[in-house]
Every structure is written in C-alpha cells, then in structure tokens.
C-alpha cells in the first residue's frame, strides 16, 4: 500500500519529538496503519546545519516553509513553529494548495480556529490540533468523540504546566514567587519571559480551544476572565492547608442557564479532591457530563515526546483520512491485525513486596523468616511492627527488596508451615512510580 508523505514545519522541541517518534516507532505505526508515513520534507530557519533524526535522513530539507508547503511529494504539513504570523502563513498556504494540516499551535487555533477550518472544509482537507492543548493528554479526541454522546456540564482544567511547577514548588518548600520563578528558569521549566505561563494567558488559549470542543462555541480568549498566579504567596498555602485546601491555577468552563460562566485564574481546592493531586509539571482536565458523570484526564502537558505523541497520532488520523476506503478507517483493535500471543508467567515478574505476618510471639522469628528469605535469594528492605499489639496475634511487616514473583510466593509457601505463624502472610507487590 502507498505510502503517506509528511513535510514538517519547525524542528524544535514539538518537531524533533515529533521525527524521534516517526523514527523510532516506525514499526508500530505502520503496523496500526497499514501504510507507512514517510517524512519528505522538513524545514525550519537553520534545517541545513542540523543532524537529523533517522526519519529525515532521506527527506528535503529547507529554510523556506514554501518549499515544504509547496512541494508535489508532501500530502500532510505539520505546522510545528508557533505563534500567529508565519504559522498561519504556513497553515493557510497549505490549505491553498490543498493539504492537510495538523498543528500543535494553541495561539493561532484559539484565535482563528474557526475560520482556518472553514477554509480546510471549503478546500476538502483536514485540520487536526490534538497536540494544542495538553501536549500528553488526548483531551481533543476524548471530547471530540471519547465522550461525544454526552452533554458536558462543567469543565476544571489545570492547563499550564509551569505554573502548576510554580505553585507546588511554593506550596512544599514555602519560598517566595518571585525566587521559585527565577529557578524554574535557571532549569528551563520557565521561559525568560514568563507572562503567557503565569499570568494565565497560555492556559486561557487553551480553555478557550477546550470549551469549543466541549460546549460548541467560539470564545475569543480576550473575552476570559484571567488572573494569573503572581500574588500568590506562601502564607497563602498556610491559611489554604487550614481550610483543607490547595490552591491551582484553575481552568473553568460551566454552563448555566443558557450561558457559560468561564475562568482562569488561582482558586482554592480542597486537598482530597482528584484535581488537587495534580502537582508539578502535569496538566489534568475534569469534565462532568449530564449523563456520564464525572471523567478525568491526567498527563503532561508539554515536551517534546509527549507533544510528539499527540503530533504522530494526528498525523495518523489525517494520512488514515486521505484514504477513502473503509477498510482504512481506525480498526477497532488499533492495529489492523493482531499478533497471536499469551501473558508472560506472572512469577517471572519483578516486584518490591509487602509481606504481613500474624503470629505467636517468640525470640528467633526474625532469624527463622530471614533465612528463608536468603534460601530464596531475597534481600529484605525493612521491618515493620507497630506497639503494644497482643502478643499471641502479633502483626507486623517484612517489605522485600525487587525480587522475583515465583521466589516470593515460595518462600511465603514455606514461611506458611512455621509454628509460630497464626495464619498463612499476606503477601502484596508494592507498585512504585504510578
Ligand atoms: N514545547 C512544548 O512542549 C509544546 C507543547 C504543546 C504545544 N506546543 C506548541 O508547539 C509549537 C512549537 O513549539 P516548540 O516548543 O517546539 O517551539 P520551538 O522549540 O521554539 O521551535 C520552533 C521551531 O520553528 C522554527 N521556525 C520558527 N520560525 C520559522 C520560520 N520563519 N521558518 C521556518 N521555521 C521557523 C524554528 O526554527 P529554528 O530551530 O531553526 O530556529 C524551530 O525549529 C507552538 O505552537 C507551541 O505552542 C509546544
């Protein structure tokens, strides 16, 4: 089957994520398409002087956007620069000569969206922007037909993953804004000019672009209420943690009555609530719907290999839709044939574990475990016994170091048989990382 052809526009952090995704998971990609997509053309203001990845290698390289948008091989563009003027230049030339666009720009989309589609549907061509908001999060797709069949009532987003960075660093280690702010840029978490993070206006592009794929209806950003996070200080923390709470900055969109009542900007929220567990760098959207309750979505929001992921995915879509025949529409499965396959043994696997014992108190039990342990080749992390327990039911804790699922589940098989053991040890692997 013939193959897709890209031309990518803008080798930054979303472009370079973007080509290391089309290298380095070529395979995967065709496997779920039936095709391949082939990168024909790249450009960006100095593509000459930089090596690239292994998709680009044989592609034309330029520092002339014209020439990608232009150029008879290339049937999808990917407008991967940002900004209002030269993207939308590149967006709109490729529309004119008929191709395809997928687009990582908030800015652009949250102001002219709208009109830019129109053009795309008035040529024939697609427009797809997954990678706009929420880099990591496929917030698009979950709106657009995830959840398509309800009718979203409210929509909470934290959508900006550098202040989220700002205000959890102040909220743990109580130091001034101001000083958080001047380190997230010396670690590149920040730009040098950080207004569109912490002011909002990053985030209200992005609510902008949300409410239209969740409500039906355009919103000029200008038209949000916007309050950025400058003010807010570590004493606030303190009064917040008193009353339960976190503060974040906070993306809101609710519908009431015939209207939208709809925000950015600092709020407090209480600590045990899902949003509130959104910390660093991550972005999060919550959305309840009138029939399907609440869904929430969870991931980072920026970088290259996450915004890349979005970008390929899109990609994807359109190259998919550049093909008219059913058999070519996303498979239900994904892959468009799926490989004969059976679990791994559970035992093989891997894990720090949790082994609780309840037993009949008496000198050498630890030695007795511990020597079944080593018989087994597992290395113990830490024990645990909390005070004053009755001494003819004793619990207490043996955590395991990372040790194999088979070793683990017969040394407690043998530790099961011991006199002092008042019932057979419960035995859970511990998951770290989630
Ligand atoms: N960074 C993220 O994690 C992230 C997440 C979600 C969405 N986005 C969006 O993705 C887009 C790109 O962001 P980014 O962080 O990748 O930006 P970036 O790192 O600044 O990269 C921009 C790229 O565009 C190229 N470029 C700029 N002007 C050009 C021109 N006139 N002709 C040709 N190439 C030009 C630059 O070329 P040179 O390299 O030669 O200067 C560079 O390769 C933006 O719309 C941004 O909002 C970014």
Redesign the pocket.
């Known amino acids: 089957m013939q193959d897709v052809n890209l031309g990518i526009?803008?080798?930054?952090?979303?472009?370079?994520?973007t080509l290391t995704i089309l290298s380095e998971n070529a395979g995967q990609i065709a496997r779920k398409l039936g095709f391949r997509l082939n990168v024909a053309a790249v450009?960006?203001?100095?593509?000459k002087s930089?090596t690239l990845p292994e998709a680009a290698k044989s592609a034309f390289v330029t520092?002339?956007?014209g020439e990608v948008v232009n150029h008879p091989g290339v049937d999808v563009v990917a407008?991967?620069?940002?900004?209002t003027t030269?993207?939308r230049e590149?967006v709109e030339g490729a529309i004119a000569a008929g191709k395809s666009v997928v687009?990582?720009?908030?800015?652009?989309i949250a102001l002219d969206g709208a009109a830019i589609w129109q053009k795309a549907a008035a040529r024939g061509v697609t427009l797809a922007m997954e990678?706009?908001?929420?880099?990591g999060i496929p917030i698009h797709a979950v709106l657009r037909e995830g959840i398509a069949g309800d009718r979203v009532e409210t929509l909470f987003g934290i959508l900006n993953g550098t202040s989220n960075y700002i205000l959890t660093e102040i909220e743990q280690h109580g130091s001034a804004f101001d000083d958080v702010l001047a380190e997230a840029q010396k670690l590149g978490y920040a730009e040098a000019d950080p207004t569109a993070d912490v002011d909002g206006f990053?985030a209200r592009s992005k609510l902008a672009l949300l409410a239209s794929l969740a409500f039906g209806v355009r919103l000029h950003p200008d038209s949000i209420h916007t309050e950025g996070i400058r003010r807010v200080s570590p004493i606030d923390f303190q009064y917040a943690r008193q009353l339960g709470c976190t503060i974040k900055l906070l993306c809101s969109a609710r519908r009431d009555g015939s209207g939208l009542f709809v925000s950015v900007r600092s709020a407090l929220l209480a600590r045990n609530t899902i949003m509130a567990g959104v910390q660093g760098a991550y972005n999060a959207v919550w959305c309840r719907g009138a029939f399907g309750a609440d869904t929430f979505y969870y991931g980072r929001?920026?970088?290259?290999n996450?915004?890349g992921v979005?970008v390929v995915s899109d990609l994807m879509r359109v190259a998919r839709e550049l093909r008219p025949s059913p058999a070519h529409r996303v498979p239900p499965f994904a892959f468009t044939s799926l490989e004969e396959s059976a679990p791994l043994d559970i035992g093989l696997q891997k894990r720090p574990w949790y082994l609780r014992f309840r037993i009949t108190d008496r000198p050498g039990i630890i030695r007795d475990l511990s020597s079944i342990l080593a018989e087994h080749a597992i290395s113990i992390d830490a024990v645990l016994q909390l005070p004053d327990q009755d001494k003819h039911n004793l619990p207490f804790v043996i955590t395991l170091e990372s040790s194999p699922e088979a070793a683990v589940r017969r040394a407690v098989e043998k530790m099961s048989k011991l006199d002092f053991m008042v019932q057979p040890p419960l035995a859970l692997p511990i998951e770290r990382g989630l």
């Open positions: 526009v803008g080798l930054g952090n979303v472009g370079s994520g450009c960006s203001r100095s593509a930089r520092e002339d956007w407008e991967l620069i940002g900004g030269v993207a590149v687009t990582a720009n908030k800015e652009l990678a706009s908001v929420c880099g990053d929001g920026a970088g290259p996450p915004t979005a």
